[in-house]
């Protein structure tokens, strides 16, 4: 599984309700592809933890054949749901938009934190949040989950005070190369069809205040 299994998948959706419940706002940032990314999450029960999904949405020339194949005909209304607009793919690099979802929200740079598994997309990040780099590039584990849960201010915070996970949470290979982007960069577009594998990336993450 790109998560990881059953197992981890229960492991990660307690930690979101923690994060829920301390205020945090979580947002997926991925090299991958809206489509996929959306659709993996809700067949997990992981989507309805995050407010946005900031990733590619694809279409020429960066189409594969799989790609242009599902372009023949029209998604199903529960395919068309998943898919990413010009709103979700209006940046270049990691740093920046999560500076603007910062400025949006009053956020400084002890309330956010960005967890990734590539050095340079951590890089980007370093000036603006608090930064985790994952390594090896295989996927958020239990050691992660706990830093995050030890993050967590102690009483609730002010309505303006949140925090933000960012990446998605896929684990092994990539999940290895996943919650921010797809490293291995996979060419399959936001397409209706898309699978997980496509987009790769670590456990990544934005992050937050205490």
Same mark, same amino acid.
């Given at each position: 599984s790109a998560?990881?299994?059953?197992?981890?998948?229960l492991?990660?959706q307690?930690l979101?309700?923690d994060l829920r419940a301390?205020?945090?706002e %979580? *947002?997926v940032c991925?090299?991958?592809? *809206?489509g996929?990314?959306?659709?993996c999450l809700?067949? *997990?029960?992981?989507?309805k933890?995050?407010?946005e *999904?900031y990733a590619?949405?694809g279409?020429?020339?960066? &189409?594969?054949?799989?790609?242009?194949e599902a372009? &023949?005909g029209?998604?199903?209304?529960?395919?068309?749901?998943?898919?990413?607009?010009?709103?979700?793919?209006?940046?270049?690099s990691?740093?920046r938009l999560?500076? &603007?979802c910062?400025?949006e929200?009053?956020?400084?740079?002890e309330?956010a934190?960005?967890?990734?598994?590539t050095r340079?997309e951590?890089?980007?990040?370093?000036r603006? %949040?608090q930064?985790?780099?994952v390594q090896?590039?295989a996927?958020?584990g239990p050691?992660?989950?706990?830093?995050?849960r030890?993050?967590?201010?102690?009483?609730?915070p002010?309505p303006?005070?949140r925090m933000?996970v960012?990446?998605?949470p896929?684990?092994p290979?990539r999940?290895a190369?996943?919650?921010?982007g797809a490293p291995?960069?996979g060419?399959?577009?936001?397409?209706?069809r898309g699978?997980a594998?496509?987009?790769?990336? %670590?456990?990544?993450?934005?992050?937050p205040?205490?």
């Open positions: 998560f990881g299994g059953s197992d981890r998948v492991r990660l307690a979101f309700d301390a205020g945090v %979580c *947002v991925s090299r991958g592809y *809206v996929p990314i959306r659709k809700d067949q *997990v029960g992981l989507l933890y995050f407010s *999904v590619n949405i279409g020429p020339p960066d &189409q594969s054949e799989f790609d242009r372009n &023949q029209a998604p199903a209304p529960q395919e068309a749901a998943y898919l990413g607009s010009s709103a979700n793919a209006r940046w270049s990691k740093g999560i500076a &603007q910062m400025r929200r009053g956020l400084q740079y309330e934190l960005f967890i990734d598994d340079d951590v890089q980007s990040a370093e603006v %949040c930064t985790i780099l090896p590039a996927g958020m050691e992660h989950l706990e830093q995050l030890r993050m967590l201010p102690a009483r609730p002010a303006d005070v933000m960012e990446g998605s896929w684990e290979r999940r190369a996943a919650h921010s291995d960069g060419s399959a577009r936001d397409d209706r699978d594998r496509r987009d790769g990336g %670590c456990d990544q993450a934005t992050v205040a205490t």
